[in-house]
């Protein structure tokens, strides 16, 4: 058996998550190899060589990769998906887009979300926003899989030495085109990589609050800011703050929710990260059924005091 990630790049290296899809890759058995598909992305090519139990590199290189492309990089996965017992992408925006493509070509049913691997065909996956847990097991000679990557701790960046192979490039089909983006460009962490992350919910108020409240906390801790679904609807934070099972899946070694009920599709997003810290004056709040320390509080007093004394 042999499993192939298809890393997630930005050309000149390679992003958190292809490290914990690696890990995955690891636990099926067998080789890992690890696909780039990108444009002038010899660089993340030669990351991807370094990580520690890769032994295997494949390389394309087009214009059509450049932006990661769906249609694009399905293409170029189905080109070499028979030399492959599995198939694994990172469940992120971009993994989610091209693992369906994929599965649907070659016929076979996609496994998503995968948190735990038990045997090369049998795996863990949440359902009901995580309040349960399936075990599926893949009939298909070739399994499709998404990897929660906060599941698996990542794999080492460096110490491996596996080769990295050039393949032809798939044609660019011409069926979607890359018109611009607008990206949102912060100098704290990212997210879904983040060590720390402080999170206000509905009860802030307003986005002047929000900022008033939270930004010096997350400043002090030099943490990334999050945010509930109630709070982005309302306008407080951003789409890319939001956290929750419609927003991102987070396992920081520190979450600090404030104002923050603790909804379930919320609870879904942050209840693995290692501790949880609510501020919340309601004490029937279910936040502080997964949270390590509840203080039942005001945050608008309990916030300002915290930031004294960290």
Known sequence: MTALVIAEHNNAS????????????????????????????????????????????????????????????????????????????????????????????????????????????????????????????????????????????????????????????????????????????????????AKIIVSGGRALGSAEKFNEVMTPLADKLGAALGASRAAVDAGYAPNDWQVGQTGKIVAPQLYIAAGISGAIQHLAGMKDSKVIVAINKDPEAPIFSVADYGLEADLFVAVPELIKVV
């Open 14 to 193: 390679i992003k958190g998550a292809t490290l914990n899809t690696v890990a995955a890759a690891a636990q099926c058995g067998g080789e890992v190899h690890v696909l780039i598909a990108g444009h002038n992305a010899g660089a993340a090519a030669a990351a991807a060589a370094q990580i520690a139990g890769v032994s295997k590199v494949i390389h394309a290189d087009a214009p059509g990769f450049e932006h990661g492309l769906a249609e694009n990089v399905a293409a170029q996965v189905l080109i070499i998906a028979a030399n492959y017992s599995h198939i694994l992408f990172p469940a992120t925006a971009s993994g989610k887009n091209v693992a369906p493509r994929v599965a649907a070509a070659i016929d076979v049913a996609q496994l998503s979300d995968i948190t735990k691997v038990i045997a090369a065909d049998t795996f863990e996956r949440p359902i009901y926003a995580g309040n349960a847990i399936a075990t599926v097991q893949g009939l298909d000679a070739t399994h499709v899989i998404t990897v929660r990557t906060t599941g698996f701790d990542p794999a080492a960046a460096t110490g491996g030495s596996a080769t990295v192979e050039t393949a032809a490039a798939a044609a660019d089909d011409g069926k979607s085109k890359f018109m611009g983006s607008e990206i949102a460009k912060s100098d704290r962490p990212e997210l879904t990589a």
